[in-house]
Antibody, heavy 121, light 107 residues
Framework: QITLKESGPTLVKPTQTLTLTCAFSGFSLSTPGVGVAWIRQSPGKALEWLALIYWNDDQRYSPSLKSRLTVTMDTPKNQVVLTMTNVDPVDTATYYC?????????????WGQGALVTVSS | DIQMTQSPSSLSASVGDRVTITCRAS??????LAWYQQKPEEAPKSLIH???TLQSGVPSRFSGSGSGTDFTLTISSLQPEDFATYYC?????????FGGGTKVEIK
């Protein structure tokens, strides 16, 4: 059974760096085809894809946020970390990590519960 | 970027109704399309991938169709637990993009 859970600060000040951790179980990032994505949802808004890291450490980013995002993996710990620099109130959102559905490309079959992050001074 | 446009943005329906949601891609994406269901205060749940393949455990009243630029999600007989917001997502190319969502409300 695949599970994912996001953790990190609930409140961040503008210009600071946000670091979120996705702890998962039920799969390994050393398995070919596996990937973990970060997706966010601003209050009352639609879903927005941010980044995706693959088992081979290939990373893909949303072009609009690429300069501010870094995604890394810690395979032995079964964790993926998202770092977002220079946050702004518009980055207030629920941040989800999700498991890439290995049998069919970059869609997501399991999601974490989400972590609400508020950016405010 | 491929833009995904869903319609309608919201609809009201009754239990037992047949409901159809449309998703249009700004360029062809073959069948690289997924559908998700999201209930209030919950994470999205995967319903369909490859435009028409149900994820394991998803009720058969859900179905998906389409290819290229036009896709539909159909609920054949709406159940109380189906009242939610539905999103399409293309995974033909980066950046991965989602539709704006369709909220299905109780009439």
């Amino acid at each position: 059974q695949i599970t994912l859970k996001e953790s990190g600060p609930t409140l961040v000040k503008p210009t600071q760096t946000l670091t979120l951790t996705c702890a998962f179980s039920g799969f390994s990032l050393s398995t070919p085809g596996v990937g973990v994505a970060w997706i966010r949802q601003s209050p009352g808004k639609a879903l927005e894809w941010l980044a995706l890291i693959y088992w081979n450490d290939d990373q893909r980013y949303s072009p609009s946020l690429k300069s501010r995002l870094t995604v890394t993996m810690d395979t032995p710990k079964n964790q993926v970390v998202l770092t977002m620099t220079n946050v702004d109130p518009v980055d207030t959102a629920t941040y989800y990590c999700a498991h890439r559905y290995v049998y069919d490309g970059n869609c997501f079959d399991q999601w974490g519960q989400g972590a609400l992050v508020t950016v405010s001074s | 970027d491929i833009q995904m446009t869903q319609s309608p943005s919201s609809l009201s329906a009754s239990v037992g109704d047949r409901v159809t949601i449309t998703c249009r891609a700004s360029q062809g994406i073959s069948t690289w399309l997924a559908w998700y269901q999201q209930k209030p205060e919950e994470a999205p749940k995967s319903l369909i991938h490859s435009a028409s393949t149900l994820q394991s455990g998803v009720p058969s009243r859900f179905s998906g169709s389409g290819s290229g630029t036009d896709f539909t999600l159909t609920i054949s007989s709406l159940q109380p637990e189906d009242f939610a917001t539905y999103y399409c997502q293309q995974y033909n190319s980066y950046p991965l993009t989602f539709g704006g969502g369709t909220k299905v409300e109780i009439k």
